[in-house]
């Protein structure tokens, strides 16, 4: 079924190991593993974008080839993060014995860095328990949010960022198979504006494929800046010009309408700073609020009280204090 | 359990039908119903808590010297477990009594655990040979329907105020207790004719005073004083008063925050907006950080920070009159969450269909109504004609933004 899937990250996801680009040590290494249809309990690392999924897949598929399904579950740990997961859904996936003839199941943890602690400290005795019946794949962005004990249960793979021309070839494959013509320049600017990661290089030349199939490096490039919370300029000019309210008013309905988090706010504040018409002393005042108040908001502070105490400052700025 | 220690709701439940007040419409209908019995085998007392639905019932069994057999919420009560209990019930006589009513109490009550239960009543009153009453808050929900065809319905309605005021009036004559009329009459008001919570509220008022009733039950007061609160913090000097202004009331910090950020921005301006922001700021981190770690004893300085902390900035401001507001904040993040469901429930099906979580969809969602823009993918999706439409709606809202046009061959 996926392999007619209209989204294009599906459709042009990988399904064998000698499709995925890049990352050609790790793939050797796990196709080895998997050959031998006996896996470790692994940790993909790496930024988002380059393959981690994908290679679970692909390593499910491999081992269990038709009864993968029954035999696979994918949770997502930033979105079912607390430590009831664990102990539910995990385990009761995990104590049952696996279906065909299969030797184990696989968990796949994704986003595994999001987990709370508590439930990475409830997922290391589940891991060792069930060895026999199931092994566990987990990703993460960052290894060092994933507890020691679990790290050491696992064979740690380390993703790179996706280079250029991995990214170019990918590119290429769907061009053809799409009938959409690309120049060299926009493929350019497709790889810059994904900093390496090839869910959104695919996501934007689908995008970009539903307006025009000639793509071009303006298209992707206004399809990119659309992206960006302009509006974040308007609230923080409100703010400089002594408008508190109207500025409060502003940056309330850029993060509603759209459901922006705080901590996106406080990154488009941060790169917005530079370009404003203001003294570069009082710049740097700036940042170092923002910086603060940032620090703040990962500590887990309310989102609206912290950027409104931010704008705060940016009125002083704009009186030049 | 001594009578004495009953809770007054207990020990001055209606036994008799004359007893029970406000709803003679109600007593008519039930008592035609069981002298008529078995033209209909069935009954169903519907309405609001505390409008005498148990107490007719029961008043009912003790006039006509009935066993009232009954079920409750407490009860399982899936197909199965209303089987075993209620055949034998609706077959066997009495031992001493003539006769027997069941009562299923609580209908509202059969939830998806209960399988069957619904189907199950309507199977028993078909084949009962005693009367069935049933009690419940909502009868209108779809599950009901078959029910009520097979039902007759008595509607009872919320009791007047002054009929609330009637009761406790006799009760603390019963109790030869006496409370001021005003406090009476903010009970009556406040039970919005829900007599049970009228009487838990008079036997509050008896056992700890009326004056902690007045300030915990009125709305209306609790706001005054959050205006008071609101004048201390902002408009006088900062002292010993001002850092311990909270405990005079019963909101909790966390609202007391809202209010206080609704209303800086009008009150303060320029330093000391910075100022006041910087304070409420720390007093929000150390509510994190209470939070977090379970440390309450931080909760004297996000206090602190709430009190002091932004009435210190009062001095730098120019003194002008302003009208505090009520925090607006949650209500526009609630009016928000109902225009956002819609771009949820799309992000959450996309993302269970790509494999990636939905915090991860999120950031991909502002490309969602261009990629996601044809029947077969919304097919895919099985999304619903509301999504579809949403996205049709915000796929041209892009075009248009962004002049997209220009780039179509």
């Known amino acids: ?321 | 359990m001594t009578e004495k220690q009953l809770p007054l709701i207990e020990k001055y439940r209606a036994k008799k039908f004359s007893e029970i007040r406000g709803q003679d419409m109600a007593v008519q209908e039930v008592k035609t119903f069981l002298k008529t019995f078995p033209k209909k085998r069935a009954l169903i007392l519907s309405g609001p808590p505390g409008t005498g639905k148990t107490c007719l019932t029961t008043a009912l069994a003790n006039e006509f010297n009935l066993e009232l057999f009954e079920l409750n919420a407490s009860d399982l009560r899936n197909k199965a477990s209303l089987e075993e209990v209620l055949k034998p019930a609706t077959g066997q006589q009495s031992l001493f009594k003539k006769g027997k009513i069941i009562l299923m109490d609580e209908a509202d009550g059969i939830t998806g655990s209960d399988r069957g239960g619904v189907t199950e009543l309507i199977a028993l009153i078909g084949k009962t040979s005693f009367p069935i009453i049933i009690t419940a808050n909502n009868i209108w929900q779809k599950k009901f329907s078959l029910l009520r065809q097979k039902c007759h319905m008595v509607p009872l309605k919320e009791l007047k105020e002054p009929i609330i005021i009637e009761i406790l009036k006799d009760v603390l004559t019963k109790e030869n207790k006496k409370i001021n009329i005003n406090t009476l009459n903010l009970i009556a008001k406040k039970s919005k004719g829900d007599v049970r919570s009228a009487l838990n509220d008079l036997q509050l008022v008896i056992n700890l005073g009326e004056e902690v009733f007045i300030t915990d039950i009125s709305d209306r007061e609790k706001e005054d004083s959050i205006f008071n609160i609101l004048k201390i913090v902002f408009q006088s000097q900062t002292d010993e008063k001002t850092i311990n202004v909270y405990e005079s009331t019963e909101m909790e910090l966390d609202e007391i925050s809202l209010w206080i950020e609704e209303n800086i921005p009008t009150e303060y301006e320029g330093k000391a907006l910075v100022k006041a922001y910087e304070s409420l700021s720390k007093a929000d981190v150390f509510k994190g950080r209470i939070y977090r770690q379970q440390h309450w004893r931080f909760l004297v300085y996000q206090s602190f920070f709430l009190s002091a902390g932004i009435s210190s900035a009062t001095k730098l401001k120019t003194n002008k009159f302003t009208q505090y507001k009520r925090p607006s904040r949650i209500l526009k993040i609630w009016m928000a969450n109902q225009k956002n469901a819609k771009k949820k429930s799309i992000v959450k099906k996309y993302s269970e269909q790509t494999h990636i979580s939905i915090k991860k969809a999120m950031k991909e969602s502002f490309l969602l109504p261009l990629i996601l823009n044809n029947k077969q993918v919304q097919k895919e999706l099985d999304l619903d004609e509301n999504e579809q439409e949403y996205l049709l709606e915000k796929q041209g809202a892009i075009i248009v933004a962004n002049n997209l046009n220009k780039f179509k061959l």
């Open chain 1, 1 to 321: 079924m996926e392999n007619n899937s209209n989204i294009w990250t599906e459709k042009y996801r990988p399904k064998k190991f000698e499709e995925v680009v890049g990352q050609e040590d790790i793939i050797k290494k796990v196709q080895n593993l998997a050959k031998a249809m006996n896996i470790p309990h692994m940790l993909f690392a790496g930024p988002a974008g380059t393959g981690k999924s994908t290679l679970a897949l692909i390593v499910v598929k491999d081992l269990f080839g038709v009864h993968w399904k029954e035999n696979y579950l994918e949770l997502n740990a930033s979105d079912e993060r607390g430590i009831d997961v664990v102990r539910q859904k995990v385990k009761d996936f995990a104590r049952t014995k696996a279906l065909g003839n299969v030797p184990f199941k696989v968990i796949f943890l994704d986003e595994a860095d999001a987990l709370t602690k508590e439930a990475q400290q409830a997922l290391r005795r589940t891991m060792e328990n069930f060895t026999g019946t199931c092994r566990f794949i987990m990703s993460c962005n960052y290894s060092s949010k994933i507890i020691d004990p679990i790290q050491s249960r696992c064979v740690v793979f380390r993703f790179k960022l996706l280079e250029k021309k991995d990214i170019e070839k990918r590119i290429k494959v769907i061009a053809e198979k799409e009938e959409l013509q690309i120049d060299s320049s926009a493929v350019e600017m497709l790889y810059e504006a994904s900093e390496g990661d090839c869910r959104r290089v695919i996501n934007l030349l689908q995008a970009a494929s539903s307006i025009s199939p000639l793509i071009s490096k303006e298209l992707i490039d206004t399809l990119v800046s659309s992206a960006k919370p302009t509006d974040i300029k308007i609230v923080l000019e409100y703010a400089l010009s002594g408008d508190f309210l109207k500025a409060k008013e502003k940056l309330l309905d850029v993060m509603l309408r759209e459901s922006v988090s705080g901590t996106d706010i406080i990154k488009a504040i941060q790169k917005e700073v530079w370009n404003l018409q203001i003294d570069s002393e009082l710049k740097v005042k700036l940042t170092e609020k923002t910086g603060e108040i940032e620090f703040r908001l990962v500590e887990g502070s309310d989102e609206f009280i912290q950027l409104e105490a931010l704008l705060a400052s940016f009125v002083l700025a704009g009186r030049g204090m």
